[in-house]
């Protein structure tokens, strides 16, 4: 379990302390919400059409095999948002991705694109 470590003068969020000893920041929002879709047309139509080669590629730009991005979205985006400091949860994940997997995948496209991650 971890334990949040309040740092005086600086918010709640700045910094956790999980067990491994590893810190990640964490306030950040999503760049784009779940259902912005047409902010980025072209990453909608390759989940779309192309999704089991857009999924490995996004898990290939996260140094992670590509049969992640196949089999493990869910995983992928847990991940990612832990990786970049973003809010939220794994229950929050899982519910993007159930009830709109290929608007959660989007929305995984759109914030890699927006951090440089892809092109």
């Given at each position: 379990?971890a334990?949040?470590?309040?740092?005086?003068?600086?918010?709640?969020?700045a910094?956790?302390e999980?067990?491994?000893g590893?810190?990640?920041?964490?306030g950040?929002?999503?760049?784009?919400g779940l259902?912005?879709?047409?902010?980025?047309?072209?990453?909608?139509?390759r989940?779309?059409?192309?999704?089991?080669?857009y999924?490995?590629?996004?898990?290939?730009?996260?140094?992670?095999?590509?049969?992640?991005?196949?089999?493990a979205?869910?995983?992928?985006?847990?991940?990612?948002?832990?990786?970049?400091?973003?809010?939220?949860?794994?229950?929050?994940?899982?519910?993007?991705?159930?009830?709109?997997?290929?608007?959660?995948v989007c929305q995984l496209?759109?914030?890699?694109?927006?951090?440089?991650?892809?092109?």
């Amino acid at each position: 379990m971890a334990r949040v470590q309040t740092i005086e003068g600086r918010d709640p969020y700045a910094e956790v302390e999980i067990q491994s000893g590893q810190r990640q920041n964490y306030g950040e929002d999503w760049n784009s919400g779940l259902f912005d879709c047409f902010s980025d047309i072209s990453s909608c139509l390759r989940v779309a059409c192309c999704g089991c080669i857009y999924g490995p590629y996004l898990a290939t730009k996260l140094d992670e095999h590509c049969c992640v991005g196949c089999c493990a979205q869910l995983p992928l985006r847990s991940v990612f948002r832990v990786k970049q400091g973003i809010r939220g949860s794994i229950c929050s994940d899982c519910c993007s991705f159930m009830w709109c997997g290929g608007c959660s995948v989007c929305q995984l496209a759109r914030e890699m694109k927006h951090r440089q991650i892809i092109k």
